[in-house]
């Protein structure tokens, strides 16, 4: 019985985080598909560009929340189960990143799974495994994002942060050692939903944003 309650809250968390937010806020807010804008994400940094900031801040905060739910989901059914805390999230990242609802066909006739790059849902698991993570995470992303100015090494460094933090939890004994897992495959999760991103920051071909655009727009000016 509890396998099958396992296996259920892990399925849930896929469920819960396929869920596309930002297409369905961006939609009701322009009637625009998100898809066919910028990157084509259906995460909060497109809805941002697709529909202004408001819609960027709804999707993100709706997408952490797929991700927190799918973890209490899991706490409230297998209590005793630390594996299942932290596969749901992860199973939660993985259906944002490629949602069951977002599948489509291209040119080729080949199926195409749309959905996000993780970042917000990868905040919500932690945020639901230890919510005072939320304290360092809003701060150093805030921070990372403005001055660095690139979205994707934001949305990298996010899941590094998770996983420094549990670590040091896990040293000290106030969190389980799974949790540092948590933090390690999604961190895997985000990487590889944004190789495009990675490729376009080698070639330096990367949107900047924040303190550094400005930075580089002034000096183009001056």
Known sequence: MQLLLSILVIVSGYLLGS????????????????????????????AMRAAGVWAGIGTAVLDTLKSTAAVWLAQALVPENVWAH?????????????????????EQGRLRIGGGAGGAPAVGGALGLWPPILLFIIPLGVLIFYFIGYASIT????????????????????????????????????LWALRPNIERLLSGNERLVGYRARKREKERSG
């Open 86 to 106: 932290v596969l749901a999230p992860l199973g939660a990242i993985l259906g944002h990143n490629y949602s069951i609802f977002l599948i489509t066909r291209n």
């Open 155 to 190: 949305t990298i460094s996010v899941a590094l942060i998770i996983t420094l933090i549990f670590a040091y939890r896990a040293w000290i004994g106030a969190s389980p050692w799974q949790y540092i897992l948590y933090g390690v495959l999604a961190e895997i999760l985000l």
């Open 19 to 46: 869920i596309p937010s930002g297409l369905i806020i961006v939609r009701f807010s322009t009637g625009e598909d998100v898809r066919g804008v910028g990157s084509g994400r259906t995460g909060g940094t497109n």
